[in-house]
């Protein structure tokens, strides 16, 4: 099924992907944002933050935003 995927860490970008039946937002954040914490990104669905537990739908709304955004250094 295709979820429609925002993720807005770095560069960031927007687009339909492919997940599996039954997927839950915990098992497409660890996918997709291998080696980084869940808890480090606030982790929408639909525009509602949402639990880990939570099972996509076809056609859902998935953002992934980094709560903590480094800037550069001071000269």
């Known amino acids: 099924m295709k979820?429609?995927?925002l993720?807005?860490?770095?560069?960031?970008?927007?687009?339909?992907v492919e997940v599996e039946e039954n997927m839950?937002?915990?098992?497409f954040f660890a996918e997709r944002m291998k080696g980084?914490?869940?808890?480090?990104?606030?982790?929408?669905v639909d525009?509602?933050?949402c639990a880990e537990d939570?099972?996509?739908?076809p056609g859902s709304?998935?953002?992934?935003?980094?709560?903590k955004v480094n800037g550069a250094?001071?000269?």
């Open 36 to 44: 980084r914490d869940a808890a480090d990104y606030l982790i929408r």
């Open 61 to 67: 709304r998935v953002s992934i935003t980094p709560t």
């Open 54 to 57: 939570q099972v996509l739908q």
């Open 7 to 16: 993720n807005n860490s770095g560069g960031g970008f927007a687009d339909h």
């Open 73 to 75: 250094l001071a000269a």
């Open 24 to 27: 839950t937002v915990g098992a």
């Open 47 to 49: 525009r509602l933050p």
């Open 3 to 5: 979820v429609f995927y």
